[in-house]
């Protein structure tokens, strides 16, 4: 059957930015068109690489007129690389694109007016995650290629701290020294799978090898790499994933040298950080992240919480703190114990934790009668099933302090709340995610 074949370029003026903030046009017979890499307010000569039934794709081969909003990247690894997706954008213009996505979700999916009319932006743009996994492919220890499982070679990404680029470094000299493999993912052979490496403020790192495998050639030389190549090296640990999927994390880990964890501090509180809890990547834009959500839980020290997703209790203990009493529940049995340990390290004794799907222990909740007066969400970005807004409507807590990584899930589930009697109050943007598409939001319901 022959191709179809695609139209020549065609010159376009880019009105508005779709959620990935590719610019969007119209093409002549009113079709949608997503551009990447094209900015609001550009004409641009666009390639059409698709054409869909109900909308169109391509890419800008010449920025006739550009905004000046537009950049020349600083990245040598843009746009192969499928981490950053706004180099080209001027962090201004990123803040607006962020701040309208939120508003447009929960106009247009949540059916609610509520202006979005605040985003906090994030005082650094590089160099500002704590968490970097790097998938290992053939010979390359890098990223994966936009909507690839193609791994491509990055030496340095400035979106993580220095030290992942001499550990990355040290890994790769270690492999090709040593003849160890990497995982692939076609055949299921191959060991190595992902480095991954943590942070705190003090400046230590926590480096986590995944392996297709129970143990490692030559540890302790890879041990004696690694430490050589990072002064502040705080431990290093194998993590054992066998799974022939293209999950991260292992089910099992063991310390071959050092800690098994970091310390950090967040909001004047203390939390353990193991390699699987989840802890917000953006350590300063968490604290301003989490202030908002306190601002919006409106605690004067007697009311009951119940913190569900909790993690290692991050916005648990910070609520415990303002709260005669705080419940966290999580999935994850490390990141409970971490949680529990927390509230111990921080002496908030005013905490309970539950492990398990939130489904099951929000369904626990309401089954024992506990009524909070208030509770927080900071679900993943599939958001929150049906039956966790179905059980938070059993407890009827007189506000719900929504955290968001997914706008659109986010809107999804305010339409859900409003069928059980709560309104959206306010919501205001937070960028943790710079020179990336995503956004977090704190979004406040009363009933």
């Given amino acids: 059957m022959k191709k179809k074949s695609l139209p020549p370029p065609l010159s376009l003026d880019i009105h508005a930015y779709g959620s990935n903030g590719e610019g969007v046009s119209r093409l002549p017979d009113g079709m949608a068109c997503f551009v990447s890499s094209a900015l609001k307010g550009e004409r641009c000569l666009v390639q059409l690489d698709k054409v869909g039934k109900a909308a169109a794709w391509g890419h800008a081969v010449k920025i006739e007129t550009p905004s000046p909003a537009r ?15 706004l180099r080209h954008m001027a962090y201004e213009e990123e803040l607006e694109f962020k701040r309208q996505k939120v508003q447009d979700c929960l106009q247009r999916i949540g059916g609610c007016d ?52 001499r550990l990355r470094f040290a890994l790769k000299s270690f492999m090709s020294t040593y003849g160890v493999p990497a995982y692939d993912e076609r055949t299921k052979t191959g060991l190595l799978r992902h480095l991954y490496v943590r942070t705190n403020q003090a400046g230590e790192s926590l480096c986590c090898i ?12 890879l ?40 310390m950090d501090t967040l909001r004047g509180l203390t939390f353990k950080l193991s ?49 005669k009493r705080a419940i966290g529940a999580e999935i994850v049995p490390e990141a409970i114990e971490d949680a529990k340990e927390n509230a111990c390290r921080n002496s908030l004794h005013n905490t309970k934790f539950f492990c398990g799907d939130a489904s099951a222990v929000a369904a626990r909740l309401a089954a024992d009668g506990i009524r909070p007066d208030v509770i927080t969400v900071d679900p993943p ?45 306010k919501a205001v943007a937070v960028d943790l995610f710079p020179r990336t598409p995503h956004v977090e939001t704190v979004l406040l319901l009363t009933k």
């Avoid at 020349?72 to 950053?84: E, F, K, L």
Wanted: net charge negative; with cysteine.
């Fill in 381 to 425: 970005r599939k958001g929150l099933a049906a039956d966790v807004i179905g059980s938070i409507g059993s407890m009827a807590p007189q506000r719900v302090v929504y955290v968001s990584c997914d706008p659109a899930t986010l809107a999804r589930d305010v339409k859900r709340f409003a069928e059980k009697g709560y309104t959206a109050q």
């Fill in 223 to 262: 041990v004696d790499a690694l430490r050589s190549a990072e002064p502040g090296l705080a431990g290093i640990v194998l993590g054992v994933n066998e799974k022939k999927n293209n999950v991260i994390l292992g089910d099992s880990y063991h310390t071959l040298w050092g800690r098994d964890h970091l």
């Fill in 71 to 85: 950049l020349i990247s600083d990245c040598p690894y843009y746009v192969n690389c499928g981490g950053c997706a």
């Fill in 114 to 165: 509520l202006p979005v009319s605040v985003i906090y932006g994030s005082e650094n743009t590089e160099r500002y995650r704590n968490k970097a996994q790097f998938p290992i492919s053939g010979e390359a220890i890098g990223f994966y290629v936009a909507r690839t499982h193609q791994v491509t070679d990055v030496e340095d990404c400035l979106l993580q701290p220095e030290s992942c680029a």
């Fill in 275 to 323: 390699v699987p809890s989840f802890y917000q990547v953006n350590t300063p834009q968490a604290e301003v992240l989490y202030g908002i959500a306190l601002d919006f839980a409106a605690l004067t020290g007697e009311e009951t919480v119940v913190d569900l997703y909790c993690g290692i209790g991050t916005i648990t203990l910070c609520l415990a703190q303002r709260a």
């Fill in 210 to 221: 995944l392996i297709n495998g129970k143990s490692l050639p030559h540890e302790k030389e």
